[in-house]
């Protein structure tokens, strides 16, 4: 959306978050965040209702009449007029559904492809036997790869992963050492465990699981059961290689698992996977601003972001 300050806006949106507060006036009013296929937007409604309480929730399809303002450099919206989506707009959840830039099926094929890659029998027989389950296929090819910054969008993880196979497959030309199946593997494995850390692909919250013990955490735990279900080692050396390459490349996130990289996959993964991060969420705010100029909560700092 590149509205300026004082722009109006019409315009249909899913609610993803909501907080009532008190204003310092002592009315109480809902902060909103919002999105639609352009993006995600923060927006506030004064002086609520009790009626706007209740059905101002999340998932709730709703139309607004908004001013957009600008609140510590990022883009917000003042509703001024807001009510709940009827039959006579003619306008479906998938409309207004934030998608990854390749369609799903397609991404899909993509990523079946670079499993049959794989040469390792074992390595291959855990990644079918985990995507089997129909629920994990289902979540992995739907959800984000994140609530927010990168990749925050339906099918949003599929998309990385299949991205980081394509990068991996470009690179291995360059690093013939590595070896080619543990990358490939780490790639479409890593981040499984946010199959089971997040809620819902389009209203995107954490579940128990994913506030209590964390996605890099889970992802261990369903490999370590892939393998027993598929009747190999938990400690065969290529399985090992990969909990490994998990483990050490979220090392500087804010939950640190401990672990160094200590081998050259690990290396290697921990880079890719840290660059298609950095470099969505870039883009990402380069599509939803005309500023040359934005703040990134990410990077929490200014980005160049002008002919993104």
Same mark, same amino acid.
């Given at each position: 959306?590149?509205?300026?300050?004082?722009?109006?806006?019409?315009?249909?949106?899913?609610?993803?978050?909501? %907080? *009532?507060?008190?204003?310092?006036?002592? #009315?109480? @009013? !809902?902060?909103?965040?919002?999105?639609?296929?352009?993006?995600?937007?923060?927006?506030?409604?004064?002086?609520?209702?009790?009626?706007?309480?209740?059905?101002? !929730?999340?998932? #709730?399809? $709703?139309?607004?009449?908004?001013?957009?303002?600008? @609140?510590?450099?990022?883009?917000?919206?003042? !509703?001024?007029?807001?009510?709940?989506?009827?039959?006579?707009?003619?306008? %479906?959840?998938?409309?207004?559904?934030?998608?990854?830039?390749?369609?799903?099926?397609?991404?899909?094929?993509?990523?079946?492809?670079?499993?049959?890659?794989?040469?390792? %029998? *074992?390595?291959?027989?855990?990644?079918?036997?985990?995507?089997?389950?129909?629920?994990?296929?289902?979540?992995?090819? *739907? $959800?984000?790869?994140?609530?927010?910054?990168?990749?925050? @969008?339906?099918?949003?993880?599929?998309?990385?992963?299949?991205?980081?196979?394509?990068?991996?497959?470009?690179?291995?030309?360059?690093?013939?050492?590595?070896?080619?199946?543990?990358?490939?593997?780490?790639?479409?494995?890593?981040?499984?465990?946010?199959?089971?850390?997040?809620?819902?692909?389009?209203?995107?919250?954490?579940?128990?699981?994913?506030?209590?013990?964390?996605?890099?955490?889970?992802?261990? %735990?369903?490999?370590?059961?892939?393998?027993?279900?598929?009747?190999?080692? *938990?400690?065969?050396?290529?399985?090992?290689?990969?909990?490994?390459?998990?483990?050490?490349?979220?090392?500087?996130?804010?939950?640190?698992?401990?672990?160094?990289?200590?081998?050259?996959?690990?290396? &290697?993964?921990?880079?890719?996977?840290?660059?298609?991060?950095?470099?969505?969420?870039?883009?990402? !705010?380069?599509?939803?601003?005309?500023?040359?100029?934005? &703040?990134?909560?990410?990077?929490?700092?200014?980005?160049?972001?002008?002919?993104?």
């Amino acid at each position: 959306m590149n509205k300026q300050e004082g722009e109006r806006i019409v315009d249909y949106f899913i609610v993803r978050d909501r %907080e *009532t507060s008190i204003a310092t006036n002592g #009315s109480e @009013y !809902i902060s909103l965040t919002l999105s639609n296929k352009d993006g995600v937007i923060r927006a506030k409604v004064w002086d609520v209702t009790e009626k706007q309480k209740e059905w101002l !929730i999340k998932r #709730s399809m $709703i139309k607004v009449d908004a001013l957009v303002t600008f @609140y510590r450099g990022q883009r917000q919206l003042n !509703i001024q007029r807001v009510r709940l989506v009827t039959d006579d707009d003619a306008v %479906e959840l998938n409309d207004l559904l934030n998608h990854a830039s390749i369609p799903r099926e397609d991404l899909w094929q993509e990523l079946r492809m670079f499993i049959e890659d794989i040469e390792s %029998e *074992t390595l291959c027989e855990l990644i079918k036997t985990l995507l089997k389950k129909k629920d994990i296929r289902e979540k992995l090819t *739907t $959800i984000p790869a994140a609530k927010q910054y990168h990749h925050a @969008y339906y099918a949003g993880l599929l998309e990385h992963i299949v991205t980081l196979c394509h990068v991996s497959a470009q690179l291995l030309q360059v690093y013939p050492q590595l070896n080619k199946d543990v990358i490939l593997a780490v790639c479409i494995l890593h981040d499984i465990g946010k199959t089971k850390a997040l809620s819902d692909p389009v209203v995107p919250d954490y579940t128990t699981n994913g506030e209590l013990i964390g996605h890099v955490v889970l992802s261990i %735990e369903m490999i370590i059961e892939g393998a027993i279900e598929a009747g190999i080692s *938990t400690d065969h050396h290529e399985v090992l290689a990969v909990k490994h390459c998990i483990l050490s490349g979220h090392v500087q996130d804010s939950v640190q698992s401990g672990v160094n990289s200590k081998t050259a996959e690990a290396i &290697f993964f921990q880079h890719i996977n840290k660059l298609d991060n950095q470099l969505n969420a870039l883009f990402m !705010i380069g599509n939803e601003t005309n500023e040359e100029w934005t &703040f990134s909560p990410m990077f929490k700092r200014r980005m160049y972001t002008s002919g993104n």
